[in-house]
Each structure stands twice: as structure tokens, then as C-alpha cells.
């Protein structure tokens, strides 16, 4: 399977984390973040290739980089998932998703008979398993995404699996988040 990772680009990243740290510690955070998530693709045995989707060439790793136009994950994530490469199957992993493990990756992508998802705390979606990306469209970048992602699978005739696995559900958005990721290193 492909692994898609979008990824903001770094001027702005994180910007309700701008009460708590500077621009270029916004910056650094999502490039560290990144670097995680890319490790735990790169470790999945799921995963056969990594596409990083980014309007921002400064954020280019991984095995192949797509550059979107920067209108959002939404639409970056339909590009990615309309690319050649991911015809035999995608499993797209939000980039702030710092505790992420292969394993859980590979739980993910073996749940999906045809589709699985990975909810984010707050409701959100932090994670997608898809067999065929054509089959129907997520919902990224929207309130109850998840919700809605499930909502949109099954008006396709797709069944989807929910996911609760906290490692996938944890992202780093608000302070809150970013002290809990700073006591969970600490300890």
C-alpha cells in the first residue's frame, strides 16, 4: 500500500500553538512530528511506499514527494489518492500524529475490508485505510470527519471499520496537546 502523509507547508504551521511557541519552534515541531510519522511508514510492513503531499519543498522527504497548491488537506488528499500509485491501496496518516507505530499502521491497513479509519480525539479523522481510493471520497479537514468519512463510505455502499487506537488518535493541535506529547517524552 502507499502511505500518504500531507503535510502543511512550515510558514504559519501550527498556529494555535502560537500562544506557546515561536514561529521557528512551530516550524521545527511539525518537522519533527513528520520525521515520526515518515519513521512508522518506513517501519509498517504495510507499506510499500511513502508519498509526502506538501505545498512546501522545505518539508520534502520520504520516497516521493506531491506537491499540492496549498488549498488544504481536503484537496491534497484527493490528489494523492487519484495518483497512479495509489491504485492497489492507500493508508493516509496525518503528519502531526507524533506517536504513531508501525504496528499500528499495519492494524489499520489490514482493517481495511474495503476501508478502515482511525478517529483523532477530538473526532476528527487522523488516519484512512482504503483498498480502492476511487471508491468513494473522505472527508478531511472538517468537523466530525470521521463521522462523515464513515457517513460517505457507506452511502457508496463501502463498509467501513472504526479504529479507536490512541496512538493514532493522539495529534498535536493545541497546547494541551503539546504538553501532553512534552510529559509522554519526559517520561
Known amino acids: 500500500m502507499l502511505a500518504i502523509v500531507p503535510v502543511k507547508g512550515l510558514d504559519g504551521a501550527k498556529t494555535r500553538l502560537a500562544g506557546v511557541l515561536s514561529p521557528s519552534e512551530r516550524a521545527e515541531l511539525v518537522l519533527t512530528m513528520l520525521d515520526c510519522v515518515l519513521e512508522a511508514c518506513a517501519e509498517s510492513a504495510a507499506i510499500d511506499e511513502i508519498l509526502v503531499v506538501t505545498p512546501d519543498e522545505r518539508v520534502a522527504r520520504g520516497d516521493a514527494v506531491l506537491v499540492d497548491e496549498g488549498a488544504g488537506h481536503a484537496p491534497a488528499i484527493a490528489r494523492a489518492l487519484a495518483d497512479p500509485r495509489a491504485r492497489d ?40 485505510a482504503v483498498r480502492d481510493p476511487a471508491a468513494f471520497e473522505p472527508a478531511f479537514g472538517v468537523r466530525h470527519s470521521a463521522r462523515r468519512t464513515d457517513e460517505r463510505a457507506r452511502a457508496a455502499g463501502v463498509d467501513a471499520v472504526i479504529l479507536d487506537d490512541p496512538l493514532l488518535a493522539f495529534d498535536v493541535d493545541r497546547p494541551a496537546d503539546l504538553e501532553r506529547l512534552r510529559g509522554l517524552v519526559a517520561a
Open 89 to 128: 491501496g492507500a493508508v493516509v496518516v496525518m503528519a502531526d500524529c507524533p506517536l504513531v507505530l508501525p504496528e499500528a499502521i499495519d492494524r489499520l491497513a489490514e482493517a481495511a475490508q474495503p476501508v478502515a479509519i482511525a478517529r483523532a480525539t477530538d473526532g476528527g479523522m487522523n488516519a484512512l
